[in-house]
């Protein structure tokens, strides 16, 4: 059997081991230390000179916090992207918030800034005004920027943009992670750079990152014994996870460009099969780091044949594809909760699948995925 083929792995640098033992000798074993303040000042320097950087434990753990700063408490609402990963919205329930969960539109699968408003009009017509939008930047690819921005300032209500997936894309030149009233990165092992796990906060004041700072770490009062006036979290990062993020950041750009590959590898590849369409953003005010690679089927012109079948066939290959993400909205234990929009994010569902994206994968790999896929779409 051919060794497995995974959607996206941790792909090393040549650093990482320096740094992590750099902090053995230096007895920096702890959620604290040179490489935390170190990996927070790249994160700074790359995004914007605009911006604050805390790094935490999880881009979950900074969803959560960035809530918290937001403001939001038991029985608000808030706003959230219905296609997205879990960790979008399991926070809102974290403080006992109520998700409201929007549509995503067609040309770059994220938040629908008409089914947007019109959740926003509703909702105040119920009684009261979100406390937070949360935008996802899906698969690296930035949500419609100005539109959601237009839509949330004319009803002043703040976004926090879950970057976790884009690191390394930008809008009209600005990096995603900073359009954000607040913004949010993960390192998860998965994602385009990993600390094995980590996320960020990424906040526009030095205020705003020291609280959350003072939040992920117990929310500790100044005083020489331990005094708590507020709810705190144990959310920091570790140095030695820290260290692996500095080794990471020095070969950013490289991953990005090979993720970027790896989808142009995928244009080609589908270029002649009428039933696939591979997502692309938009036009050239979007950069996308395409975190993952993603495809719809048109099951029409296949005669039947879906991505499940894809699936199945890359499966017996030895090669990981999965379905785009299932919406919350149609997730169990978001069932009850109020949804707005059409079926944009449902057949999405349907009808794509993530692709092998990572920027480790060598030619041999690619031509095993070019061989299930000529295989399997024979005229
Ligand atoms: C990975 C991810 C997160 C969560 O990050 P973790 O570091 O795994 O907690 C949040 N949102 C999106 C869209 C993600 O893909």
Redesign the pocket.
């Known amino acids: 059997m051919n060794s497995k083929i995974y959607l996206s792995s941790p792909h090393m640098g040549s650093s990482e081991l320096s740094y992590i033992q750099e902090a053995f000798d230096t007895n920096w074993i702890a959620p604290i230390g040179p490489h935390v303040d170190g990996f927070e000042d790249n994160l700074a320097i790359y995004l914007s000179d605009e911006v604050h950087v805390g790094a935490l434990s ?4 900074a ?1 959560h916090l960035a809530l918290v700063l937001l403001g939001v408490v038991q029985g608000d609402e808030v706003l959230v992207q219905t296609h ?2 879990i ?2 919205a399991n926070p809102i329930l974290y403080l006992g918030a109520t998700p409201v969960f929007i549509d995503s539109e067609i040309d770059t699968w994220n938040l629908c800034p008409i089914a947007l408003e019109e959740a926003i009009v509703d909702r105040i017509a119920k009684g009261a005004t979100p406390k937070a939008i949360i935008a ?1 930047h ?1 698969y690296g690819v930035p949500y419609k920027i100005d539109e959601v921005r237009t839509v949330a300032d004319k009803y002043g209500i703040p976004i926090l943009e ?1 970057s ?2 884009a690191l390394g894309s930008s809008y009209k030149g600005q990096k995603c992670g900073t359009f954000g009233d607040i913004g949010v990165l ?3 092992g998965n ?1 385009i750079i990993t600390t094995s ?3 960020a906060i990424v906040t526009k004041t030095a205020m705003q990152k020291d609280r959350a700072v003072f939040f992920a770490t117990q929310s500790r009062d100044a005083a020489p014994h331990y005094q708590h006036s507020e709810i705190g979290y144990n959310y920091r990062m570790s140095n030695i996870c820290a260290g692996i993020g500095r080794g990471q950041m020095e070969v950013l750009d490289d991953h990005v460009a090979l993720r970027r590959k790896m989808h142009a590898f995928y244009v080609d590849l589908f270029k002649d099969i009428a039933a696939v369409t591979v997502f692309e953003a938009p036009n050239d005010d979007y950069f996308a780091n395409y975190w993952l690679s993603a495809i719809t089927i048109d099951a029409q012109l296949t005669n039947g044949v879906d991505r499940e079948t894809l699936r199945l066939t890359f499966e017996a290959a030895n090669i990981e594809s999965r379905p785009l993400w299932k919406p919350m909205h149609l997730q169990p234990i978001f069932s009850m909760y109020p949804y707005y929009g059409k079926k944009v994010a449902e057949t999405l569902f349907e009808d794509g699948l993530c692709l092998p994206s990572g920027s480790n994968l060598t030619d041999a790999e690619r031509e095993r995925i070019a061989a299930v896929v000529r295989g399997f779409f024979v005229e």
Request: charged letters at 15%; aromatic letters at 4%.
């Open positions: 999880s881009g979950t753990a969803i997205t990963h960790a979008s996802v899906l879950d976790a997936e993960s390192f998860n994602k796990g980590g996320g």
